[in-house]
C-alpha cells in the first residue's frame, strides 16, 4: 500500500547566494511541514534575511532550488502568493493613515471581499484600542502587530515572519507565541521565522536551524534544547578510568567528555556531591575538580557557532 505524504510547505534544496566575495548563503537545505514552526536561527549577517528573501521571490538564487507550498518559487509567478503571508523586517504602513485604513487597503489589495476580515484580524492581535491611531504614532511593538496583521489577514497557509519579534516588549512576545503556537497547531498553518535571539525561538517554534556564515550548522526540535542545559557535575582526578569504573560500580551514571573530564548527570550525584567525592578519594581517585554546571540556552548556541570556546575547550 502507497501512503501519501504531504507536500511540504517550504522545500529549500542547495540554495546559494553570493554577493561577489560574499556567500551569504552557502548550499542551504531545509524543509518546513504544514502545522510546523521552524525559526531560522544565527547572529547578524548570518544569511537569514536573505534566504527569506529567495523565499519570497524578492531575491534570485545564485544556484539551488527554493518551493513554497509545493510550487517552485519565480518572482513572477502570482497564485501561490495568495496563500502566504509575510513580515520582512521593518513593516512599512501608511503613517497618515490609521490602523483600520492601513489594514482596509491590504484588504482590497488582497481582493478580500469579506469587510468583517478587518474587524477579525484587530481583534486577533490585540490592535482594536488602536484601531483609530495613525501608524505614525505607534509603538515600535504596535507597529509590529500591524505588520503581522497585515500578514494574517488573508488567513494564509504559510507565514513567513523576519524578526517577529522585534521591538514587542515580554508581554507582547508571549502573545505572539500564543498567536503563532494556534495558527499552527489548530489550523495547521507553516510557519518560517527567524531570529537572533535563542531563548526567544526556544519559546516560538518547534524546530530550530541553526545558520552561520550562510551554512546549517545543526537542526534541532526546540523540545530537545532542554538536554544541553541540563545541570551536570563534572569532575577531574588523575586516574579516569579508575574513578569512572568506581562511579558506576556505585551506581552512578559517569561519563567520559572527550576532554578527560567525567560527566555525572544522575539526581543523586547532583544532589550529593559529597558523597562523590568521598567515594573517588575511598577508590583512591581523589577528585582534583569537582563542580556543578549549567549551560544557559545562549551559551549553547555561541558554542555551536564557534563565538565562544566550548566548555573543555583550550
Ligand atoms: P541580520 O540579523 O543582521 O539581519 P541576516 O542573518 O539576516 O543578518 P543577511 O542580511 O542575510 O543576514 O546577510 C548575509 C550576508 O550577506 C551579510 O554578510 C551581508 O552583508 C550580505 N548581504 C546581504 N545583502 C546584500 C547585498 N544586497 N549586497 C551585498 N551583500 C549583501
Same mark, same amino acid.
Given at each position: 500500500?502507497?501512503?501519501?505524504?504531504?507536500a511540504?510547505?517550504?522545500?529549500?534544496?542547495?540554495?546559494?547566494?553570493?554577493?561577489?566575495?560574499?556567500?551569504?548563503?552557502?548550499?542551504?537545505?531545509?524543509r518546513?511541514?504544514?502545522?510546523?514552526i521552524?525559526?531560522?536561527?544565527?547572529?547578524n549577517?548570518?544569511?537569514?534575511?536573505t534566504?527569506?528573501?529567495?523565499?519570497?521571490?524578492?531575491?534570485?538564487?545564485s544556484?539551488?532550488?527554493?518551493?513554497?507550498l509545493?510550487?517552485?518559487?519565480?518572482?513572477?509567478?502570482?497564485?501561490?502568493?495568495? @496563500?502566504v503571508?509575510?513580515?520582512?523586517?521593518t513593516?512599512?504602513?501608511?503613517p497618515?493613515?490609521?490602523?483600520r485604513e492601513?489594514?482596509? /487597503?491590504?484588504?482590497r489589495?488582497?481582493?478580500?471581499?469579506?469587510p468583517?476580515v =478587518?474587524?477579525d484580524v484587530?481583534?486577533?492581535?490585540?490592535l482594536?484600542?488602536?484601531?483609530?491611531?495613525r501608524?505614525?504614532?505607534?509603538?515600535?511593538?504596535?507597529?509590529?502587530?500591524?505588520?503581522?496583521?497585515? +500578514?494574517l489577514?488573508h488567513?494564509?497557509?504559510?507565514?513567513?515572519?523576519?524578526?517577529?519579534?522585534?521591538?514587542?516588549?515580554p508581554?507582547g =512576545?508571549?502573545?505572539?507565541?500564543?498567536?503563532?503556537h494556534?495558527?499552527?497547531?489548530?489550523?495547521?498553518?507553516?510557519?518560517l521565522?527567524?531570529?537572533?535571539?535563542?531563548?526567544?525561538?526556544?519559546?516560538?517554534?518547534?524546530? /530550530?536551524?541553526i545558520?552561520?556564515h550562510?551554512?546549517?550548522?545543526?537542526?534541532i526540535?526546540? +523540545?530537545?534544547?532542554? +538536554?544541553?542545559t541540563?545541570?551536570r557535575l563534572?569532575v577531574?582526578? @588523575?586516574?579516569?578510568?579508575g574513578?569512572m569504573?568506581?562511579?558506576? +560500580?556505585?551506581?552512578?551514571?559517569?561519563?567520559?567528555?572527550?576532554?578527560?573530564?567525567?560527566?555525572?548527570?544522575?539526581?543523586?550525584a547532583?544532589?550529593?556531591?559529597?558523597?562523590?567525592?568521598?567515594?573517588?578519594?575511598?577508590?583512591?581517585?581523589?577528585?582534583?575538580?569537582?563542580?556543578?554546571?549549567q549551560?544557559?540556552l545562549?551559551?549553547?548556541?555561541l558554542?555551536? =557557532?564557534?563565538?565562544?570556546?566550548?566548555?573543555?575547550?583550550?
Amino acid at each position: 500500500m502507497q501512503v501519501a505524504v504531504p507536500a511540504s510547505a517550504i522545500e529549500v534544496s542547495d540554495l546559494t547566494k553570493r554577493y561577489g566575495d560574499v556567500l551569504a548563503v552557502d548550499h542551504l537545505t531545509l524543509r518546513v511541514q504544514p502545522g510546523e514552526i521552524y525559526a531560522l536561527l544565527g547572529l547578524n549577517g548570518a544569511g537569514k534575511t536573505t534566504t527569506i528573501r529567495m523565499l519570497l521571490g524578492m531575491v534570485r538564487p545564485s544556484s539551488g532550488s527554493v518551493s513554497v507550498l509545493a510550487e517552485q518559487v519565480r518572482p513572477e509567478q502570482s497564485s501561490v502568493w495568495s @496563500r502566504v503571508g509575510y513580515l520582512v523586517e521593518t513593516p512599512a504602513a501608511y503613517p497618515e493613515l490609521t490602523v483600520r485604513e492601513n489594514l482596509e /487597503i491590504v484588504r482590497r489589495l488582497r481582493g478580500l471581499t469579506d469587510p468583517w476580515v =478587518v474587524d477579525d484580524v484587530l481583534a486577533q492581535l490585540g490592535l482594536v484600542p488602536y484601531a483609530d491611531r495613525r501608524a505614525r504614532t505607534l509603538s515600535l511593538g504596535n507597529s509590529q502587530r500591524l505588520g503581522l496583521a497585515k +500578514a494574517l489577514i488573508h488567513r494564509p497557509d504559510l507565514l513567513i515572519l523576519d524578526e517577529p519579534a522585534n521591538g514587542l516588549d515580554p508581554a507582547g =512576545v508571549a502573545e505572539v507565541r500564543d498567536l503563532l503556537h494556534d495558527l499552527a497547531h489548530r489550523h495547521g498553518v507553516a510557519i518560517l521565522l527567524s531570529s537572533h535571539i535563542l531563548t526567544e525561538v526556544a519559546r516560538l517554534s518547534t524546530r /530550530i536551524g541553526i545558520i552561520h556564515h550562510g551554512r546549517m550548522v545543526e537542526e534541532i526540535a526546540a +523540545a530537545d534544547l532542554t +538536554a544541553h542545559t541540563r545541570p551536570r557535575l563534572t569532575v577531574v582526578t @588523575r586516574n579516569a578510568a579508575g574513578a569512572m569504573a568506581a562511579l558506576r +560500580a556505585a551506581g552512578h551514571f559517569a561519563e567520559l567528555d572527550g576532554h578527560g573530564k567525567l560527566v555525572l548527570t544522575d539526581e543523586r550525584a547532583l544532589h550529593h556531591a559529597d558523597e562523590v567525592a568521598t567515594l573517588l578519594v575511598n577508590a583512591d581517585c581523589p577528585p582534583t575538580r569537582l563542580a556543578v554546571e549549567q549551560d544557559d540556552l545562549e551559551t549553547y548556541f555561541l558554542q555551536l =557557532v564557534g563565538a565562544i570556546p566550548a566548555a573543555g575547550d583550550g
